[in-house]
């Protein structure tokens, strides 16, 4: 059986469209500081720092102080659980399409 809470934390902090936005942009950077993901993105500092804890607190990004800036970059493993989730009900859906496949050729030979 899948382990549900790393799967909740996951869902839980991909909810919030802003909080995808960031971590989208956190993972098509190699690393990227809290001040290039505020500029151009209509959301303030803190709230960006507030999206980056909860993205942090799921696993799905870690940080590298330097100085008095914090750099972020996308954990490789984060979304490993949410992926083994839908792998699963990939194969319940893989055979709910054959069975489907098979009764319309049954009525349409």
Request: overall charge neutral; proline content about 6%.
């Amino acid at each position: 059986m899948i382990e549900a809470a790393p799967i909740t934390n996951i869902m839980r902090a991909l909810a919030d469209p802003t909080r995808r936005a960031v971590f989208e942009r956190v993972a098509g950077a190699e690393e990227i500081s809290v001040a290039e993901l505020t500029r151009g993105s209509g959301v303030t500092q803190g709230a960006i720092s507030q999206h980056l804890k909860a993205l942090k607190q799921a696993g799905l990004v870690a940080e590298r102080p330097e100085g008095r800036h914090v750099y972020y970059r996308a954990q490789p493993d984060g979304l490993a659980p949410l992926v083994d989730w839908i792998g699963h009900y990939r194969a319940f859906w893989r055979d709910r399409l054959d069975n489907l496949r098979d009764v319309l050729k049954d009525i349409d030979p």
